[in-house]
């Protein structure tokens, strides 16, 4: 009766401490949605009289040719994803040994985190230029004969920008796979190791396995990140995704509709069809990442 | 001991909820309740609004929110100065200025509006007047301003707001493009810096010489392909704005050496998207020989690099073939959703007054849109040092100052495609006659759409 009071008292108090959070979900996550999705089916401007236009933006939004390739850009961003998991788990297997230094590196591969994004993505603008440190280094060592404008070549401007997402987020998923090794029972690793496995075969068949749950919850919060990058672009390639939008991402393009061409409901329309395809990418990761952590051995 | 617990948890979970959404909906009821004054969220000090609505008695102790872009807190003096002036002359009306970045304007203006919340006087370049008046969002001046308000201006700066019959704005200050060069790198380049480019030919004739002899960059064209083929010498838009008329042979011939330029590598390839930010930013750090921006960016140099000022040099600007000068208009405009428009267009014809903007002008290099206050002796007063022989540089040049608008609706849609494509073509994915005729047959039927959207 007693334990069952307590037990009680202590879930009403996690409820409690869980309301400041939902309410701020609720009034700045989920009314701005809900308020949100019915501007997809109106021409409201903000400023001049709203119309209900039905299905009309999404037409427009099928044949927009800008939105389209805006959309490959961002699917395209997407390889992103697993090359920031891979380097993450390398760099989390890395610093998770016992050696002296150790939290000097952690600490350092954390640096550009907490970085702000506008900074960094001005000193990157300052790396890639024509005069910038990039293409001194790249022609000191004869890798270049001429300089290249990183920011300007069509072909080369939005691998930049990737790379500063995977630069930015390396030690962000880091420390989230580092907490994941470190809660890997080490009798699994020692058993492997003591019938015979060698380092990578320990790190394939015990390591990865366990971690699947971390690997799962990063390349979702690394997949909505790059469908829906913007801070970097927009910082380094301004609204309308420069050189000859060929860095215009759906979120770049979408604020540009809203705030340069004032059509609001269009952009909400456009913000609604990226929602639906990062949900099914959503389902999908769900789906076929599934099985891992300790379930990989039941 | 449960349930009391449980009914703490729950009042907590009432009042926050309440407090929030009451925040989230306070816009809609003042909107509805007719308050005719709002504070902006950015002005928390705003007073208190009277109870009394603005057709049953007279207007008194108004409190308008005057919001202008970027000029907190350099000219805090000069604004909070004029403000009080304005005050003293016109009791009952107080003013609150509220400053923000170029970039925010425009979202938090739109916010504003729709929070119904717009303020009274709101600072805006002619490009983002345009879009809003096409909006329906200013009040139409030439309806609602005074002859003697609006006679003050400069004709042309008056009318660069113009849609149809309407006027959105009263023009404000404007800046103009000087000649500013690196001395000793014209020396070390053998280039005589007492002689100056007078044409864009010679300069880019200098350019290659400086480049070839220094290795630094000659100069940084900031491009604005519709008002740079306006000034020189095409149309773009028919009398009647029925009609885009882009691809001309002053066109073609604008555009072709603007390509040869970058091609031949004599312009950095980030000209491609520079703006006058990034011009500046070289010039200072010594890596470009000129810099050819308003002559307002001369004051970051001196802070930032004395030594780069110190032997800088002004001359005037070559002019484009037209012979006029782009004028980059700052101006005022009344929202149409502010509830004091009378008073709100006495305070912004107060602030672009011929006073107000002499005195501007004495602390920081701009040019005056009207008449009286450009005719003032100052702008002839000889000085030494850069800033003072731009202020005469630029001052002379304002005879031939003009702004480019289309004059119709969506302006910056039409001219997307020659912003777009302009990108293409320097990097050579499509050539300047492709340039011209795609661009004009995509403006034209933007334009024509806006037409047929607006009877």
């Known amino acids: 009766m007693f334990s069952n009071k307590l037990m009680r008292r202590q879930a009403g108090f996690a409820y409690l401490m869980l309301v400041p959070g939902c309410i701020l979900l609720l009034a700045f996550t989920f009314y701005p949605i809900f308020r949100g999705l019915p501007l997809a089916f109106t021409d409201y401007s903000v400023v001049d009289t709203t119309h209900w236009t039905g299905w009309a933006n999404f037409k427009r939004a099928f044949a927009d040719g800008n939105f389209g390739l805006a959309l490959q850009h961002s699917l395209f961003y997407l390889i992103v994803v697993p090359v920031l998991q891979i380097l993450s788990i390398l760099m989390a297997i890395l610093v998770n040994n016992k050696l002296r230094f150790i939290t000097f590196f952690r600490v350092a591969y954390f640096v550009p985190v907490v970085t702000s994004m506008v900074a960094a993505a001005i000193a990157w603008k300052w790396v890639y230029e024509e005069q910038g440190i990039l293409n001194y280094f790249l022609l000191k060592f004869g890798i270049l004969d001429q300089p290249v404008s990183f920011m300007v070549e069509t072909r080369l401007a939005l691998y930049g920008v990737m790379f500063v997402t995977i630069w930015k987020g390396l030690g962000y998923y880091m420390m989230i796979y580092l907490a994941g090794l470190q809660s890997i029972p080490s009798e699994l690793q020692e058993a492997a190791r003591i019938d015979g496995a060698n380092w990578w075969r320990t790190i394939w068949h015990i390591t990865i396995p366990l971690l699947m749950p971390f690997v799962l919850l990063c390349s979702l919060l690394s997949m909505m990140g790059a469908i829906q990058v913007f801070d970097e672009v927009f910082v380094m390639h301004g609204p309308l995704g420069d050189p000859a939008y060929t860095t215009l991402t759906t979120s770049i393009y979408s604020y540009k509709v809203a705030f340069q061409d004032f059509e609001f409901g269009y952009a909400a329309t456009l913000g609604l069809l990226v929602s639906l395809i990062v949900m099914v990418l959503s389902i999908f990761m769900f789906r076929y990442t599934r099985k891992g952590g300790l379930t990989y051995y039941e | 001991m449960t349930s009391k617990f449980r009914y703490t948890a729950l009042t907590v979970i009432c009042t926050l909820m309440v407090s929030v959404f009451a925040a989230c909906g306070s816009g809609n009821k003042e909107e509805s309740s007719g308050s005719p004054s709002a504070s902006a969220s950015s002005s928390p000090e705003a007073s ?86 096409g909006k329906n969002a200013l009040v139409d001046l030439n309806a609602e301003a005074t002859e003697d308000q609006r006679s003050i201006y400069f004709e042309n700066l008056y009318n660069s707001a113009k849609l149809g019959d309407s006027v959105y704005a009263f023009p404000w200050y404007y800046g103009l493009n000087a000649f500013m060069y690196n001395k000793e790198l014209y020396e070390k380049a053998g280039l005589d810096p007492a002689k100056p480019p007078t044409t864009w030919d010679e300069l880019k004739e200098q350019a290659v010489t400086i480049k070839q002899k220094t290795g630094k960059y000659g100069f940084v ?119 004091n428009h009378k008073e709100a267009i006495a305070l912004a014809n107060f602030m672009t007054n011929d006073e ?100």
């Open chain 2, 48 to 133: 208190a609004s009277p109870s009394a609505s603005p057709e049953e008695t007279p207007k008194k102790d108004i409190t308008l929110q005057f919001w202008t872009i970027s000029l907190s807190p350099n000219f805090d003096d000069y604004i909070n100065g004029r403000i009080k002036k304005f005050q003293d002359e016109n009791p009952g009306i107080t003013v609150k200025w509220t400053d923000l970045p170029y970039d925010a304007m425009e979202n938090k203006l739109l916010t504003s509006i729709a929070g119904g919340k717009a303020p009274d006087v709101v600072n805006l370049n002619t490009g983002m007047t345009m879009t809003l008046a």
């Open chain 2, 221 to 339: 064209p900031t491009y604005n392909p519709p008002a740079d083929l306006y000034f020189s010498g095409v149309p773009v838009i028919s009398d009647d704005k029925k009609k885009m008329i882009i691809n001309t042979p002053e066109a073609l011939e604008w555009v072709k050496w603007n390509k040869a330029l970058y091609d031949e590598g004599v312009v950095p390839k980030e000209s491609l998207t520079a703006d006058a930010n990034y011009a500046t930013d070289k010039y200072q750090s010594g890596q470009i020989a000129t810099l050819t921006t308003g002559a307002a960016f001369l004051s970051r140099v001196k802070t930032n690099a004395k030594k780069v000022y110190d032997n800088t040099l002004v001359a005037p600007m070559p002019a484009l073939k037209t012979g006029k000068y782009h004028a980059g208009l700052m101006n005022l405009v009344v929202p149409e959703k502010s509830k």
């Open chain 2, 356 to 455: 107000s903007q002499l005195e501007f002008c004495k602390i920081v290099n701009i040019l005056p849109s009207t008449k009286k206050a450009a005719a003032d002796p100052f702008f002839t007063e000889a000085g030494d040092d850069p800033e003072s022989k731009a202020k005469i540089i630029t001052a002379q040049e304002a005879a031939q100052a003009q702004d480019f608008t289309l004059g119709v609706k969506d302006e910056g849609k039409i001219l997307e495609s020659l912003w777009k494509n302009w990108q293409k073509m320097l990097l050579g994915k499509m050539t300047p006659e492709e340039y011209l005729s795609q661009s004009e047959a995509a403006a034209q039927k933007v334009l024509d759409e806006v037409n047929k959207a607006n009877g």
